[in-house]
């Protein structure tokens, strides 16, 4: 059994401000990190904590488990908006 405290409000009956979207892409990026892949995710699963400034994703149990390497996953959307088809970030990041 999971007990928890206040997580924050739904976003599913708001319109997120570009903080809150800021936030709520972080979180995913996070989870999609670990090789979470949520599969329901949609706004009544996002809770807004305007204390901490923070999104938290909620409700996986859907979700599964991409097991491959990071550098085997798919690239994301904003990659492939910018036209690389290589799956390889402009940015330079230390693993």
Same mark, same amino acid.
């Given at each position: 059994? @999971?007990?928890?405290?206040?997580? &924050? ?10 903080? %809150? =979207? ?12 670990? &090789?979470?892949?949520? =599969? ?12 901490? =400034?923070?999104? @938290?994703?909620? #409700?996986?149990?859907?979700? %599964?488990?991409?097991?491959? !390497?990071? #550098?085997?996953? !798919?690239?994301? @959307?904003?990659?492939?908006?910018? &036209? ?12």
């Amino acid at each position: 059994m @999971l007990l928890m405290g206040w997580g &924050g409000e739904s976003v599913g009956h708001t319109t997120p401000d570009k903080t %809150t =979207q800021r936030a709520i892409s972080r979180s995913v990026k996070e989870i999609r990190r670990f &090789g979470v892949v949520h =599969q329901d995710l949609r706004p009544e699963n996002i809770l807004w904590n305007a204390e901490l =400034q923070r999104a @938290l994703i909620i #409700d996986f149990h859907l979700c %599964t488990l991409d097991r491959r !390497p990071l #550098d085997r996953r !798919p690239g994301t @959307l904003k990659r492939l908006r910018h &036209g690389s088809t290589e799956g390889h970030s402009k940015r330079v990041r230390v693993v």
